[in-house]
């Protein structure tokens, strides 16, 4: 697939040519993308005098990073350790029958990307869901196909 090099040029712009620039501009690379594409990290590598290989690095150090496609939406679940004895394994079980999907896979369609995560800091709200940054605490199996049908609607409604 091509990406459209002239916004990682803008994305560049943006943040400088400066090594200390490079995270926040790998961020909105990925905010655009859903992903880190090799052909923007190779871009990136060439426009700021960063070699390759260091930037590939960073992006694999950093969980925030992922260099295979992602969905639209990111869905988290929390299987730590306070999440899971309330449930959070059950949690992600029935997200990924709404979804069709396990963690670490994304949908067919592109639109959801499935992780479960060891931890997400909040462990009296468990079990945990995030999608897209915002918090669902005290998730109940019931609750998961509602919440995640306001993000399918979403999609409906972005495309009428």
Do not use: W
């Not at 803008?10 to 995270?23: F, S, V």
């Not at 655009?32 to 390759?52: D, G, T």
């Amino acid at each position: 697939m091509a990406i459209d090099i002239s916004n990682v040029d803008t994305i560049i712009a943006r943040h400088g040519i400066e090594q200390k620039g490079l995270i926040n501009a790998l961020l909105e690379i990925q905010d655009v993308f859903h992903y880190l594409p090799a052909e923007a990290l190779k871009h990136v590598s060439e426009k700021m005098n960063i070699p390759l290989v260091q930037i590939y690095q960073i992006a694999a150090f950093y969980k925030v990073f992922s260099l295979e496609p992602r969905g639209e939406h990111l869905v988290s679940v929390c299987l730590g350790t306070a999440c899971h004895v309330r449930g959070g394994g059950l949690l992600i079980d029935q997200v990924g029958r709404v979804l069709d999907i396990g963690p670490g896979e994304t949908s067919a369609d592109m639109k959801f990307t499935l992780e479960a995560e060891n931890c997400l800091g909040c462990c009296a709200l468990g079990p945990v869901m995030v999608v897209d940054g915002k918090y669902y605490g005290n998730m109940a199996i019931s609750k998961v196909e509602r919440v995640l049908n306001k993000y399918m609607e979403q999609e409906v409604v972005a495309n009428d």
